[in-house]
């Protein structure tokens, strides 16, 4: 078990190295820079800039410069945000995105699973109709309509949340519930046709001879297992949630991670582009980490060493 | 069966406590509101007046700073700031200002000329590489100053005679100084606190400001707190005790922030919203000193020939574009510097003339479009600018017989593409910094890194110099106009309409008067009771 993490811990390591060559390589081959404005600067002020945020140097040097940097903890200052270092800014917006990313998990298992187990267990009922056909449309809608439909009802229409921002608990219902619900649609998919699989088990008849009652086998026996496709879902649709909180972060004002992962690619903020990648793509790892582990713990057939 | 339950409690104590502990170190708190609210458009790249660009930073440091001048809320002018008068010599070449005494930095010690004095060469140094140390460039020695590897100060025209008296020595004679002097990289910062901190003063523990407002929060992204400072000279002038500016960049959540009474401000809402917004009496429409225009590529061909420059142009009807393509209340150019200026009169660009564009095309080998090339139109990603070339494709198409390609690209990619002149013709936008002539002109300059058409004109470069160093206002104008003229013969661009202020802004709002500039201080609004006349 040991040498099994400590051998997908390395395997984490190296994927990081050459995801920040890489994106270290593609982000200075984009074209304009970040003093790129409007106004043209005066050539001698442009050099200036350069120097001052060490983009002046020949290439090779500046990425071994700042694989050096890294390795103390430092991503560099924000080319963009110029008051502030990139760690000074995903230290702000991480725990944001953490937050929404984990109240929209909480909510999409909380709706998905309770979905599931009951379309499955009133199989082929209009409940099962009805949660399918809800869970098709949570599926197929994108969030920004989502987020968009929300507002216009709970914002607008009924005035009980508000429009946007972040620091009150009201702030957080609306965004957690656009970025949960499409997650949700997937994971009720998923734990109704685990389980429907299940029922038709020897072990699940065995257990309905012995006298359990149907909850008791629904959740004590058949959700154990049906439950193993979701969490192979959840480890990466968690890694998503928080890199997809984009358009949510948008439409809410929400100054999570999301938005600097599209922006400071097209502010040529190279700092800040890096900075999130390198945090997106350990948090992809881990979640699939956890998810490995928590695979074994679900079903004992399966060993993770 | 128990130890199973037991098991699922602690799964669920587990979540709520890794729940619990994101939520403290997410930060979520409460927070009161503040007394006006805007939507500042985006976040702000700095606070630090000498490395500033943008409008929503203009708004912010102008708020916590204040320079020898600031700008007047009607008529965006000049009016005195942290001085409170300023006599020009009579060559105009030396200009003296009385810096206020009763006027404080937020760390309770008084501001002096000597703090103006640094903050303007802080500006000119080269190693503060200041975007906009070029407009000061009109002081002595200021020039050789930014560009000297070991920069003298005792050549450079600043000199703080007193803590109340400073003398700012000039190249050539500047009516523009005061208006220059008001913008926000001009704003005073303070040596002790700069030297103190360094690169770190700008962080929200050590900043210390002399504006009419202190910075009380700031959350990146998200939004900035500022409070009324008492120790600012015109305290008794500034209403608002608190102010949040909201960093929302996206232009619909601003208006939901708006319509639902959570701010009291937006700056041009997103004119897919223009058909619900413009008919309301809170929608205030003005022009602006700005232009919106096409820049031909001089290099390529055939776009290097005035003919076929001024066939584009005159295929163009622009009145049908201001009305139906824009329609915020832009008005269909008809002069390169924009409309407004006291004192100047611009010349005439040509106005629509389908017949004479297809007989200048014929005249120039292209008739009824015929062997005329499939040429790029060059624009950014914005909805705005893509809906302007796709009527001005079409128009040249109907009308011409040309044909253009739209070529869209992100807005640094654009204008790394504008600079480098890979381009047929490009959209281009133009918004002046203060009013003056000089502010447009100075773009076509040879030199001018602004330039990006490759159009090099010695006669217009030398008129542009003469008019710089005439004293006379009236001459000025006059080498000025003849100097647009030289544009206008050569059709060296195509102005397309003059821009427009579009803001919602509440009711409740007094003090927010439309300008030129569109700007409005925040230290000259106020707010009023719902039900107030």
Redesign the interface.
Known sequence: MTRWLLSRLLWAAVILFAVVTLSFVLVRS????????????????RA??MA?YDLAAPLPEQYARYVGGLLHGNFGPSL?????SVG??LA??L??S??LG??AL?IALAVGLTAGALAAARRGSWIDTGVMGAATLGIALPNFVLAGVL?LLF??HW?LF????????AQ?VLPSLALGLPFAASIARLFRAGLLETFGEDWIRTARAKGRSPSGILW?HAARVALLPVVSYVGPAAAGILSGSLVVE??????GMG??FVDSA???DYNLALGVVIVYTALVSGFNLLADLAYGLLDPRIEVA | ?RA?RARLAGAVLL?LG??AA??V???????APADFSFCNQA??????PA?I?GVPEARIVQALFEGLTRQDPVTAEALPGMASRWTVSEDGLSVRFDVRSDSLWTDGTPVTAHDVAYTLRRVLH??T???N??MLWCLKGAFAY??AAAPDAGALGVEALSDTELVLSLERPTPALPAILALPFACTVQRACVERWGRQW??PEHLVTNGPFRLVER?????LRLQRFDGYWGRDEVALASIDA?????G??QV??Y??G?ADWVVRPPSGLYGALLGRPDCLRGPQCGLTFLRYNHERSPFSDPSVRLALLLALDRESIARDVVRGGETAADTFVPRGMSGYEPPLWPSFDPARARDLLAEAGFPGGAGFPVFELLHPQLQTARDLCESLAAQWRERLGVRCRLVAQ????????Q?RGAYDVSWS??TADYVAPEAFLDIFASE???N?SHFADATYDALLGLAAGAPDPAERARLQARAEQRLVDACVLAPIFQRANVNLVAPTVRGFHDNLLDVHPLRDLSVVAEDAP
């Open positions: 984009l074209p304009g820079g970040p003093f790129d404005e409007s106004r043209a600067l005066d050539p001698v002020i200036n800039l001052a963009r945000y110029r008051d502030y000074q800014i702000e917006s725990p944001i953490a937050l984990a109240l909480l507002v914002s607008f005035r508000p429009v946007a921002g972040w620091g009150s608990p957080l004590g948008r439409v809410f004002a929400i100054s938005s600097h097209f502010n040529a | 069966m199973e979540a890794a729940l994101v939520a170190w997410g930060g979520a708190s409460l927070r976040e702000i790249s700095s606070l630090d490395s660009t080269p190693s590489a200041a975007p140390a070029p930014g560009h700008i962080a959350r990146v992204r998200d939004r909201w960093a929302a960049d996206s619909t959540t939901n922030l319509l639902t959570s992100p807005w640094k990619v654009f204008l790394d593409s600079t936008v133009w001018s890194g602004n990006r």
